[in-house]
């Protein structure tokens, strides 16, 4: 039986990929900051184990992995909203703080979790699709996905046979987007979800396959899959 730690799990894609690892028989830990959403979520998937954790934090980060022992896949799906807007409009000041809410998170939980890892295990993490993809009023947001999506291919060299990938997702119905009023959120889907190539905005289910196929197949590293409803195309 493996064991799936999933940092950022109690929401979104996170959680959609804790249901789907749980189903296929992993051991899934799932980790959050809010710990009334990880009771919520305790009572209506009992199977995963919940944990309260900053990941800013690298001594609980250390200190949950040293509770959990070998961790054989460890996937990463916390974020801020923050870093969005045009360059002239862009205060940098939020702009850090968006980094400090996920580049540096993720790689604080990376690194401590190399020593725990199974050889034949893997990390996975969550990039953006405005890492690649020209849109306007993404410098900032793109800068910081960018830079995960860009641990990916040296990570997966130097921490190898440890395997390491991303996804790539675009526009997600998912808890991220609650910066937007509820009234408000549906007309911007609508309208974004006609520009795309799919005509749709995704689900979390839809990335969470994806986290799934990353973090199970051992023949897939170094790699990041768009999962983006073809986003990439319409920029
Ligand atoms: N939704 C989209 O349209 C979209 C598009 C492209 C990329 N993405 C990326 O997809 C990933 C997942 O996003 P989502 O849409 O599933 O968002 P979400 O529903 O808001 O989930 C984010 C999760 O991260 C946790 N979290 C945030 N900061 C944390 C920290 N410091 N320590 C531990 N847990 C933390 C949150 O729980 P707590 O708040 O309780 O800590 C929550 O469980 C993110 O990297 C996001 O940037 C999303």
Redesign the pocket.
Known sequence: MSTTLI?????????ATAVRLAALGDTVHI????AD?LSGVKATHPALEVHV????GAGAVSALLAELGTVDRLIV?????KGAGPLADLDLAVLRTAFD??FW?TLTVVKAAVPHLSQSGSVTL????TARAGMPGTAGIGAL?AAIEALVAPLAAELAPIRVNAVS????D????NMIPDGDREGLFDQIAAGLPTKRIAT?DDVAQVLVLLSTNPNITGTVIESDGGAHLTA
């Open positions: 940092i950022g799990g109690s929401s979104g894609i996170g959680l980790a959050g900051r809010n959403t954790l900053d990941a800013n799906t916390l974020s801020g909203n809410e996920k998170p969550v990039g953006a699709i996905n997702p675009g526009y997600v998912t808890p991220w987007w979390a």
